[in-house]
């Protein structure tokens, strides 16, 4: 079975400063990594994802992600946080034969100004 | 593509009535997916179907719930009786497989906030 371990529940970090939001995942066969983003009162929406091929993953609103095997990680990143980027940000793997996701807890961004 | 359809996008209801939340995919998807939200628990699948066929209902928590997919445009979760724990967001999510070797995103609806006093 797949599980994923968001570490910290709250991240906040200033306007302008990098973003690093933590993910690290369990899997007996080769995963497939998502990152998903949250706001308030709506869906989730998909961020970025690595499925096979290269490990650095960009996705949208700049950011990015990269595939560690040997840490069994897919942190998220990026570079220069904007006040638009306090969300939820969910963290996801699959495997290859079992399209379900499975999530991790979140983990909510806050940036002060 | 209207994305993900989903109705309503909030229900109150009483304890011991039947709710029924309404799921439309995208068009041409194979995959749909029900799913909770709850502070404590976060994001649970409940259940989900591959071309109108429920594949994995092993996390419908109890005999309360059912989820039907009579036909590829639509989808619907029931819960009946409810009750004030059943009080979540329920998102449902479709996705598309365009090969047997490659997984791909599920692309969520606005989700329906449930509660049940």
């Known amino acids: 079975a797949q599980s994923v371990t968001q570490l910290g529940s709250h991240v906040s970090v200033s306007e302008g400063a990098l973003v690093l939001l933590r993910c690290n995942y369990s899997?007996?066969?080769?995963?497939?990594l998502f990152w998903y983003v949250q706001y308030p009162n709506q869906g989730l929406q998909l961020l970025l994802k690595?499925?096979?091929?290269?490990?650095l993953v960009k996705g949208i609103n700049g950011f990015e992600a990269e595939f560690k095997k040997s840490e069994t990680s897919f942190h998220l990143t990026k570079p220069s946080a904007h006040m638009s980027d306090a969300a939820e940000y969910f963290c996801?793997?699959?495997?290859?034969?079992?399209?379900?996701?499975?999530f991790g807890q979140g983990t909510r961004l806050t940036i002060n100004p | 593509d209207a994305g993900v359809i989903q109705s309503p996008r909030h229900e109150v209801t009483e304890m011991g009535q039947e709710v029924t939340l309404r799921c439309k995919p995208i068009?041409?998807?194979?995959?749909l997916f029900w799913y909770r939200q709850t502070m404590m628990r976060g994001l649970e699948l409940l259940i989900y179907?591959?071309?109108?066929?429920?594949?994995?209902d092993s996390g419908m928590p109890e005999d309360r719930f059912s989820a039907k997919m009579p036909n590829a445009s639509f989808s619907t979760l029931k819960i009946q009786p409810s009750e004030p724990r059943d009080s979540a967001v329920y998102f449902c999510?479709?996705?598309?497989?365009?090969?047997?070797?490659?997984?791909?995103?599920?692309?969520f609806g606005q989700g329906t906030r449930l509660t049940v006093v």
């Open positions: 999510a479709s996705s598309h497989v365009p090969g047997r070797d490659r997984n791909t995103e599920a692309f």
């Open positions: 899997s007996s066969v080769p995963p497939y």
């Open positions: 690595y499925t096979t091929g290269a490990t």
């Open positions: 996801a793997v699959s495997v290859k034969g079992a399209q379900k996701l499975v």
């Open positions: 068009s041409g998807h194979d995959y």
């Open positions: 179907f591959n071309n109108n066929v429920p594949i994995d």
